[in-house]
């Protein structure tokens, strides 16, 4: 959906939003929060 | 190298309080550019698009046949059994009246800001704030069609709208608890059987934390849409799972075919408690001025964009945009609509307790009573009769 809510969710700051995609940056504390608030569960966390 | 511009005062975000802002400072006379990171000012549509009439003409808006889609007399709140109260315009508060085109609305007002002499830059990101020695911010950077812009200017407006980068750029405590977010989506469903004259709110457990709405777009159509606290649902049970699950059961909506699905989030805490830094103010949204019970923000996100703009003009008369200075933003905006925020947060907090059952109840009481001249009063003494045992849990609330 591209709808930035992950964006600034974010505690750290660690996404960004690039059109269509969804970048993560070495700030990711894999908190995990970006998942439960997508509105569509379209993003997943995988530690490594 | 990229290029460098320089203004009296760059606007991040044309939604509603950027707009207002752009305005407000362009008539003031100042050079003034409005960036968008978005193609199309106004789109995506995230938000119900339930408006109320009364404060338009506060912000110098001037109802227009282009974007009112359809009008309401009232608003019906809906208990988890299905029983409803129905409520007049006034007492429906700052989501009912008009329901709107929100990507025409927002479209009007960036007209409007240009009109006044803004000039704006669409498909122009953010990607920084400039700061100068001492950490004032002085421009933001940003990509507009691949090429790198410096926009220079002394003093920005924030109006980034929910993700909100340039106050966390510029060092402003931003970051938001679950439990102030909800996480929301909405459909245009079209061919749908409803009470024109009255949008609907659907409480309770089917919502948790928030509320499905179905904002009339016209005679058979509507935006459908739901806000549920991220605190407060099934692991990672989606804001669309909630909605889903309720079109389901209403035979009324699952007939309707979709013609836009839209998602977002809202915050739903407090205002933050600086909105502005060296160089720089954050509005509306941006600045989490949002209604906690309603999760909207078009309202004080003009209101608090108009007065941005007005200060903006004023930092330059004075030629000082330090923080000290910037106290009169964070004074008039606070002035303006604090208070009723912290009120409705309060309320919000202790609603998002109530179980079904206490909806319902409370829906009960009130069956058969003229909601016009009914007081907090009333209601606690109505409830009182049917159900004394519910009556605790309120008294707080009201």
Known sequence: MHCGACVGTCPVNALTLDETVVRVNDECIHCGLCTVVCPVGALEDKED | ?398
């Open chain 2, 1 to 398: 190298m990229p290029e460098v511009q320089e203004w009296d005062v760059v606007v991040v975000g044309a939604g509603p309080g950027g707009s207002m802002a752009a305005r407000e400072a362009a008539r003031n006379g100042l050079r003034t550019l409005m960036i968008e990171k978005r193609q199309d000012i106004g789109a995506p549509v995230r938000c119900g698009e339930g408006m109320a009439r009364v404060w338009l003409d506060e912000v110098g808006i001037t109802p227009d046949r282009r974007w009112i889609a359809h009008e309401v007399k009232g608003a019906r709140i809906v208990a988890p059994n299905g029983k409803f109260v129905t409520l007049t315009e006034e007492q429906a508060g700052n989501e009912t009246g008009f329901v709107v085109h929100r990507d025409i609305f927002d479209r009007t007002l960036a007209e409007a800001a240009v009109r006044a002499g803004a000039r704006t830059m669409v498909k122009c990101a953010a990607t920084g704030v400039i700061k100068d020695g001492k950490g004032a911010v002085i421009g933001v950077r940003a990509r507009h069609w691949g090429n790198e812009l410096e926009l220079r200017a002394p003093i920005v407006v924030a109006a980034d709208g929910y993700e909100s980068q340039v106050g966390r750029w510029a060092g402003i405590e931003t970051k938001l608890a679950p439990k102030d977010i909800n996480t929301c989506i909405q459909y245009e469903l079209v061919g749908i059987d409803i009470d024109p004259d009255i949008n609907e709110f659907h409480l309770g457990s089917q919502s948790p934390g928030g509320y499905i709405w179905i904002f009339n777009k016209s005679d058979d159509s509507a935006n459908v849409g739901i806000g549920v606290n991220l605190a407060m649902i099934e692991g990672r049970a989606q804001a669309k799972h909630y909605l889903d699950r309720f079109i389901e059961k209403h035979p009324n909506l699952k007939k309707g075919q979709n013609v836009e699905t839209v998602a977002g989030a809202v915050s739903v805490g407090l205002p933050l408690d600086q909105t502005a830094a060296d160089g720089l103010m954050l509005v509306g949204d941006a600045a989490r001025m949002i209604d906690a019970i309603t999760g909207g923000g078009v309202v004080n996100a003009c209101k608090s964009g108009m007065i941005a703009g007005r200060v903006a003009k004023e930092c330059h008369e004075a030629g000082d945009f330090g923080r000290a200075f910037l106290q009169r933003y964070e004074r008039r905006w606070r002035a303006e609509m604090e208070e009723q925020l912290i009120r409705n947060y309060v309320a919000k907090e202790k609603l998002i307790t109530l179980s079904d059952d206490v909806f319902n109840k409370v829906v009960d009481s009130l069956q058969g009573f003229k909601i016009e001249r009914i007081t907090t009063r009333d209601v606690l003494r109505m409830v009182q009769s049917r159900y004394p045992e519910v009556v605790k849990e309120l008294e707080d609330l009201l």
